[in-house]
T-cell receptor, first 110, second 113 residues
Framework: AQSVTQPDIHITVSEGASLELRCNYS??????LFWYVQSPGQGLQLLLK??????LVQGIKGFEAEFKRSQSSFNLRKPSVHWSDAAEYFC????????FGTGTRLTIIP | DAGVIQSPRHEVTEMGQEVTLRCKPI?????LFWYRQTMMRGLELLIY????????DSGMPEDRFSAKMPNASFSTLKIQPSEPRDSAVYFC???????????FGEGSRLTVL
């Protein structure tokens, strides 16, 4: 069975600081991996995806993620966060059926 | 372009009442998904359709829940009778592929008193 673990429930960073959100997955084959972002009162929006090839993938809003098969991880990074990045971030694995992690809430302090 | 459209955005009802949530997917998308989001259980896939045909309804919690997709531009999720534990945000999402790239609606927040 596929599963996703996001170990950090809540992270607070200062505006302009770097960010890394952790994601570990369990999947029986080569996974399709995703990061979605949810702003308050909104639906989820796809940030980036990994299917195959280059293990460092670029997404929207300046985010990137790195697939590390040996660590079963797909961590999300951003070199400098903006106040508008405050939201909940979900890692997901799968293909036709996605399994989502429990989410990491990101708070930005000025 | 219009995104996925869900209605109502908010619904407050009493236990035992029937609830119908509606979804209009993005035109041309042939996959439609219904998710439920709660604090306790996170995001759960309830059911999904491909070309209007239900493919997997294993996530539907019980017989009180039913979903239909009578045509490519409309789907409903019905709860009858509703219970307080059904209170959640219900999301509809659509996709052109079976590779997990979903477009979500803004959700329907259901409160069952």
């Amino acid at each position: 069975a596929q599963s996703v673990t996001q170990p950090d429930i809540h992270i607070t960073v200062s505006e302009g600081a770097s960010l890394e959100l952790r994601c570990n997955y369990s999947y029986g084959a080569t996974p399709y991996l995703f990061w979605y972002v949810q702003s308050p009162g909104q639906g989820l929006q796809l940030l980036l995806k990994y299917f195959s090839g280059d293990t460092l993938v670029q997404g929207i809003k300046g985010f990137e993620a790195e697939f590390k098969r040996s660590q079963s991880s797909f961590n999300l990074r951003k070199p400098s966060v903006h106040w508008s990045d405050a939201a909940e971030y979900f890692c997901a694995v799968g293909g036709e059926k996605l399994t989502f992690g429990t989410g990491t809430r990101l708070t930005i302090i000025p | 372009d219009a995104g996925v459209i869900q209605s109502p955005r908010h619904e407050v009802t009493e236990m035992g009442q029937e609830v119908t949530l509606r979804c209009k997917p993005i035109s041309g998308h042939d996959y439609l998904f219904w998710y439920r989001q709660t604090m306790m259980r996170g995001l759960e896939l309830l059911i999904y359709f491909n070309n209007n045909v239900p493919i997997d309804d294993s996530g539907m919690p019980e017989d009180r829940f039913s979903a239909k997709m009578p045509n490519a531009s409309f789907s409903t999720l019905k709860i009858q009778p509703s219970e307080p534990r059904d209170s959640a945000v219900y999301f509809c999402a659509s996709s052109t592929t079976n590779t997990g790239e979903l477009f979500f609606g803004e959700g329907s927040r259901l409160t069952v008193l």
